[in-house]
């Protein structure tokens, strides 16, 4: 491997490699196909970064206009914008240059970085095909092909159009398949375009992460959201998962309306918003997401502490894919699952099947003690009076009889012009732009409870001021025409 690469990742205190990496990394860069297979966590993403890089950099030939040299797909937006991040310091390392293509924003910039020349391009197939279909782009001189979460893909339907892109690519081209599992139809990718490939394996994916604590929580229904609260409230990093989306967005309004910092992760929600929940997550603003199945393969942020099953998920696969999200890289952690008395069958199944033998416990109610023992810390929570809603914004709303400027607020929202508090036990406040943005909500991103009070009162006077010289110069001009109509009759 490149000396400038073993800096790169020395830099970041990557001095030895994960078993999938060391089981791979010869074989891959020497040139041969490979299948890896390992559990989520393993370190998958350096296993076909690393090779990809050394052998683009080891090449002579030039970048071209539409035409990758090496092709990345994952299976969602957010895996191949955190694929690009840990790819960007090697590309730079070696003077390549990289693209990320997917749905959920204008395709316009991507075209325009493909017609410059790209060397490696990290894409969702659905986004890929429509440029392909354009004409924006053409796989043929691809000499690296990545397939990263193959069976996710199976398991989200994309498999049709990956097969469309892998015979696109150049048939003498290396392929890297990595997976966790042959199902779903990945063993029909693997037959037809791998050529003899080195298979390797690194943990079972129904292998449990022996550093992992399991717990099984009996709840009532009328608890399930208290002990939700307190669990999330401790301290360190916290992943809810839900099975649908509209619960992830409730839940999501329930825990910042409860003193609890949350951003939500589901598939409604814009890139925008994704990105900005995501950033909010990882710098800490808040130390919960709550999301859907979608944040369950590929989003590593470190040191998630705990991960809460809110709903139990269908299938043990699922549940070892969402437990994933904490201890990784060889850290502890915590797993709780919810269970109501009606979903006890359900569970047992689903703890049988992922192999594991969780620590179950019939809550007395939310002040339990042994959500401390299973959650240690002192709670924190923060005092919020401000819509956890997405608002509409003043003035750009539209009400009742077409009229602008006078769209509803949401229920609980603040009343114009009073702005919003915000005060915190560990002492923590956010610049008033930061609360702005977050205050609109447009993008269908939960608010979360990090703006400064000073940002809602401008917001409010501004609108307030807006709309009152707005009404002053129509009381002004009926004025005006009044008197204009009066003096008209008395010359008459």
Known sequence: MPADLVRVLAERDITQPTPIQAATLADAIGGRD???????????????????????????????????????????????????????????????????????????????ALAAGVDVLVACPGRLEDLIKQGLCRLDQVQVTVLDEADHMADLGFLPAVTRLLAQTAPTGQRLFFSATLDRGVD????????KPAVHHADSVEAPVTAMEHHVLQVSAADRIDVAVDLAAAPGRTVIFTRTKSRAKALTRQLNARGVPAVELHGNLGQSARTRNM????????????????AARGIHVDDVALVLHADPPAESKAYLHRSGRTAR???????????????????????????IRPTTTVLSGPSDPVLRTIAEGERRFQTVVAPVAEPVEAGRGRGTGGQ?????????????????????????????G????????????????????STGARTGSRSGGQAAARGAATTAARSHSASNFSRRVRSR
Do not use: C, N, W
Not at 188 to 195: A, D, N
Not at 285 to 292: D, G, K, N, P
């Open 188 to 195: 029909g990718l693997v037959k037809r375009f791998l050529r």
């Open 34 to 112: 490979v299948l890896g297979r390992g559990r989520t966590g393993s370190g998958k993403t350096y296993a076909f970064l690393l090779p990809l890089v050394t052998r683009l950099a080891a090449g002579r030939d030039r970048r071209r206009p539409r035409q990758p040299r090496a092709l990345i797909l994952a299976p969602t937006r957010e895996l191949v914008t955190q694929i690009d991040e840990s790819l960007q310091p090697l590309a730079a390392a070696t003077g390549l240059r990289t693209r990320t293509v997917f749905g959920g924003v204008g395709q316009g910039p991507q075209a325009q």
């Open 279 to 294: 950033e909010a997550f990882h710098s800490g603003r808040a130390e919960t997401l709550v999301a859907t199945d979608i």
């Open 329 to 355: 890289a060889g850290k502890a952690g915590t797993v709780v699952t919810l269970m109501t008395p009606d979903q006890i069958g359900d569970v047992r199944a689903l703890t049988r099947a992922a192999g």
């Open 434 to 453: 930061q609360g702005r943005r977050r205050s609109r909500g447009r993008s269908g991103a939960a608010a979360t409870p990090t703006a400064a009070s």
């Open 404 to 432: 602008r400027g006078r769209g509803r607020r949401p229920a609980g929202s603040a009343p114009r012009g009073t702005g919003s508090t915000t005060g915190s036990t560990t002492g923590s406040s956010k610049g008033s």
